[in-house]
């Protein structure tokens, strides 16, 4: 079982795994994910008409500060130095999409911290927007693409 799944060592018990023999390399992961919104509630946040304020700004800081806190969010995740992050979001008819992309030099990869940048920016956002759309929905969170690192580039899809 140890060799199959490094987080767990041969008794099945968890821990975290020992990069410090790796390499330092140039990695980046982007993930994606979608808030499915009411119709209403896209048109409040495309006129800017959010009661809390500028949503698309509070939810893009929040991806931000996400990526560089997800070892304290994720038990087994590295610390590891993120070096740049960015988010993008798209007002769409049905809701908004996230996409972030994050980058380190570092001995592991960034996955984790791709994902809870989207997590965070779809939470964040629906704090904003919750009065209006209490229904609101986050869906289809997921890595795109990572590079870097022992297995190279991986795209979704390929």
Known sequence: MGSEFTHLDSSGAARMVDVSAKNVSARTARASGFVRLSARTVEIIRSGEVPKGDAIAVARIAGIMAAKRTPDLVPLC???AVHGVEVDLQIEDGGVAITAQVRTADRTGVEME????VMVTALALIDMVKSADPAAVVTDVRVEEKT???TGTWTRGS
């Open 114 to 117: 791709a994902l809870t940048s």
């Open 148 to 150: 870097g690192g022992k």
């Open 78 to 80: 590295h610390p590891i």
